[in-house]
Structures are given as structure tokens and as C-alpha cells.
């Protein structure tokens, strides 16, 4: 019902920007809730910011500051900027999205992922 898919990763220095994109495909694209997730290497997938459909947004304390997320209901898209970027960065980031009110894994959707890589 829903398709999710990341574009934006790539290699950036340490102190640099990179904007990820999600392009949403389906019908509840627009009144679901939004949020960009990363998994590095050995670890497990954290969530590093959301949004929901009146634009309310919350994020981890360790990107607080840095990344903004932003979601152009229009256009089927979320987006996250990312500033100031560190290695601890780098990982594969995820976008995802579900139902508002639920975080069951049952209705969560994900995208195929895109690597950012942060050199020092």
C-alpha cells in the first residue's frame, strides 16, 4: 500500500551537509507519520527523527541541533538535513512511515535505505 524510496546518501567530510530525500508512493502518504531511522554497522536501527502530518517534529539528542526534518505533503516527499555532520553519522538511514497513534511493527513501512559515509 505504501513505497518508500531514499535517494541523497553519499560520502561527505566531517563538518559538511548532505540532504536526504524520500519520495512516499500511496494513499496515506500525506496523513501519516514520517521519520527518517539509521542502522551503522553492528548496531541496531535507531530512529533519528520524525515528523507527522501537522509537521510536529521530534528528534534523538544526538542529531538535536544539527538535522532538520521536513515533509512537503504536495509533493509526497520527507526530507532530512543534515548539518554539521560527524563520523558518527555514518550509517544506513531509512525512511519509514506509519500510522499515527501506532508503532507496531505490522504497520511500519521502510524504504531500501541510502549510505551516508562521514570522513574525518
Known amino acids: 500500500q505504501v513505497q518508500l524510496v531514499e535517494s541523497g546518501g553519499g560520502l561527505v567530510q566531517a563538518g559538511g551537509s548532505l540532504r536526504l530525500s524520500c519520495a512516499c508512493s500511496?494513499?496515506?502518504?500525506?496523513?501519516?507519520?514520517m521519520g527518517w531511522y539509521r542502522q551503522a554497522p553492528g548496531k541496531q536501527r535507531d530512529v533519528v527523527a520524525r515528523i507527522t502530518n501537522k509537521g510536529v517534529t521530534d528528534y534523538a539528542d544526538s542529531v538535536k541541533g544539527r538535522f532538520t526534518i521536513s515533509r512537503d505533503n504536495a509533493k509526497n516527499t520527507l526530507y532530512l538535513q543534515m548539518n554539521s555532520l560527524k563520523p558518527e553519522d555514518a550509517a544506513v538511514y531509512y525512511c519509514?512511515?506509519?500510522?499515527?497513534?501506532?508503532?507496531?511493527?505490522?504497520?511500519?513501512?521502510w524504504g531500501q535505505g541510502t549510505q551516508v559515509t562521514v570522513s574525518s
Open positions: 519509514n512511515t506509519h500510522p499515527t497513534g501506532t508503532t507496531d511493527a505490522r504497520y511500519m513501512y
Open positions: 500511496g494513499s496515506m502518504c500525506t496523513i501519516n507519520v
